[in-house]
C-alpha cells in the first residue's frame, strides 16, 4: 500500500499555499495526499469555495476531505470549540487514511483560524501513534526552528500555481500568486541557512525552496528532527533531539495581546 500524507488546511487554498512543492514531491514519489478541508470560509461563500477546492484537489491528485460541518473559524466564532473538533476528529481521519505524517500550519501561525487549527492538530498528534510525523508551515507567521528544506524548480512551482489557480474568488480578493512564488525564492536562500544553521552554503542550486519543522512525540515531548533535505530524512527516534515543546505548548502573541480584525466580503452596492 502506498503510503499516505495528510494536510489538514484551515481554509481552501492553504494546501496550495502552505508546503505544495513538498506535496507534489512525495505525490510524484508514490505516495497518497490526502488534502483534509477545514473550513468553507464565511457561511455565504460555502458553495464556490467547496467547488474550488474540489477543482483543485483534481488538478493537484490529492484525495479531498472536507469536515462535515466545516469548522467555523471566524474570529468572532468559537475557535476553542474548532480547536476541539480538529483535536477529536483528526485521529479517525489519519487512521482511516493510514497516513504517516500530518501537515499543518503551526499553532504560531498568527492567523487566528491557523492558530487554532494548528492546536487543534498538535493535540490530536498527541493521541496518535509516536510514529507519526508531524510537519508545520508557516504562512502568516514565521517558523523559528525548520529543520526540513525541499530544494525545487520552475516546473513544480507552476504546478504549484495551477493548483492555487483553481481558487480564483479568493484570488480576485488577493492575488497569492507573487506571494506563493515569492517565498518560494525566499526560502531557497534564507532556508538554507535557517534549516543548516547560519554561515551554511545554499543547500540547493535550485531557485525555490519549502521550508517545514518536523517534529515526533517521543516520551510525550515534541521532539524536532535533525536539519535534513526531504529526501534524507532520520527515521530513528535518536534522531530527535531537539526538545520543542516549550515553543509549541507557550501562548501565542496574539493569545497574550488580542487578533488583529477581520474583514467579512461586503455586499455588492
Same mark, same amino acid.
Given at each position: 500500500?502506498?503510503?499516505? $500524507? ?6 481552501? *487554498?492553504?494546501? !496550495?499555499? %502552505?508546503?505544495? &512543492? ?13 488534502? /483534509? ?17 474540489? !477543482?483543485?484537489?483534481? =488538478?493537484?491528485?490529492?484525495?479531498? +476531505? ?27 481521519? /489519519? ?5 504517516? $505524517?500530518? +501537515? ?15 492546536? &487543534? /492538530? ?16 508557516? /504562512?502568516? %507567521?514565521?517558523?523559528? #526552528?525548520?529543520? +526540513?528544506?525541499? &530544494? ?16 480564483? %474568488? ?12 515569492? =517565498? ?9 541557512? =535557517?534549516?543548516?544553521?547560519? &554561515?551554511?552554503?545554499?543547500?540547493? #542550486? ?12 517521543? *516520551? ?10 526531504? *529526501? ?27 487578533? $488583529? =480584525? ?8
Amino acid at each position: 500500500m502506498a503510503p499516505t $500524507i495528510l494536510h489538514v488546511a484551515p481554509h481552501p *487554498d492553504d494546501e !496550495a499555499v %502552505g508546503c505544495p &512543492g513538498a506535496l507534489l514531491h512525495l505525490l510524484d514519489r508514490g505516495w497518497t495526499v490526502v488534502s /483534509v478541508i477545514a473550513s468553507l470560509g464565511f457561511s455565504g461563500q460555502w458553495e464556490r469555495r467547496r467547488t474550488e477546492a474540489e !477543482a483543485a484537489a483534481d =488538478r493537484a491528485a490529492f484525495v479531498p +476531505v472536507f469536515l462535515d460541518p466545516p469548522l467555523n473559524l471566524d474570529l468572532d466564532g468559537d475557535l476553542a470549540l474548532a480547536t476541539r473538533r480538529v483535536a477529536t476528529e483528526l485521529p479517525g481521519i /489519519v487512521e482511516e487514511h493510514g497516513a504517516s $505524517i500530518v +501537515v499543518s500550519p503551526s499553532p504560531h501561525d498568527v492567523h487566528h483560524a491557523h492558530e487554532a487549527v494548528g492546536r &487543534g /492538530v498538535q493535540r490530536a498528534v498527541a493521541a496518535l501513534p509516536p510514529t507519526l510525523r508531524w510537519w508545520m508551515w508557516g /504562512v502568516w %507567521g514565521d517558523l523559528p #526552528a525548520p529543520n +526540513v528544506y525541499y &530544494g525545487y524548480d520552475a516546473a513544480v512551482l507552476e504546478r504549484a500555481l495551477h493548483i492555487l489557480d483553481a481558487y480564483a %474568488g479568493e484570488l480576485e480578493r488577493n492575488d497569492y500568486r507573487p506571494f506563493l512564488s515569492g =517565498r518560494a525564492a525566499a526560502n531557497a536562500v534564507m532556508g538554507s541557512e =535557517r534549516v543548516f544553521g547560519f &554561515g551554511s552554503p545554499a543547500a540547493s #542550486a535550485h531557485p525555490y525552496a519549502d521550508l517545514v519543522t518536523e517534529v515526533r512525540l517521543v *516520551d510525550g515531548r515534541f521532539m524536532a528532527s535533525e536539519p535534513h533535505h526531504l *529526501d534524507h530524512g532520520p527515521e530513528p527516534a535518536a534522531s530527535y533531539r531537539l526538545d520543542l515543546t516549550p515553543w509549541l505548548d507557550s501562548p501565542t502573541v496574539h493569545e497574550l495581546v488580542g487578533h $488583529i =480584525r477581520e474583514v467579512r466580503d461586503e455586499p455588492a452596492p
